[in-house]
């Protein structure tokens, strides 16, 4: 696991604003090992298409909207562990892995 930090700016690129996040090292992982198979919440393009010419055919409207954490933070099916994030090591037990109870951003396993 590693840390992300991002700095929030305004108009006159003074920082108002720090963000983090932590993040699981997906490119990591190895398949069939660490995970058995990969999965994108994604719709293919024939669909689209598809979708498309079916709605222009009916005059249907269409509204799109984004859930961006939808997929992200779910629960997790199988067993993850992950070693202690960076300035946050237990000292009193330094070679201890945490078990994920929900998945983190750049895990290969997503919740379907």
Known sequence: ????WKNKRDEE????????????????QKEGVDFEESFAPVARLESVRLFIAYVAHNSFTVYQMDVKTTFQYGPL????????PGGFVNPYHPDKVYRLKKALYGLKQAPR
């Open 13 to 28: 690129n003074i920082v108002i604003h720090n963000k983090s996040r932590l993040v699981a090292k997906g490119y990591a």
């Open 1 to 4: 696991m590693k840390w992300l």
């Open 77 to 84: 099916k199988e067993e993850v562990y992950v070693n202690q």
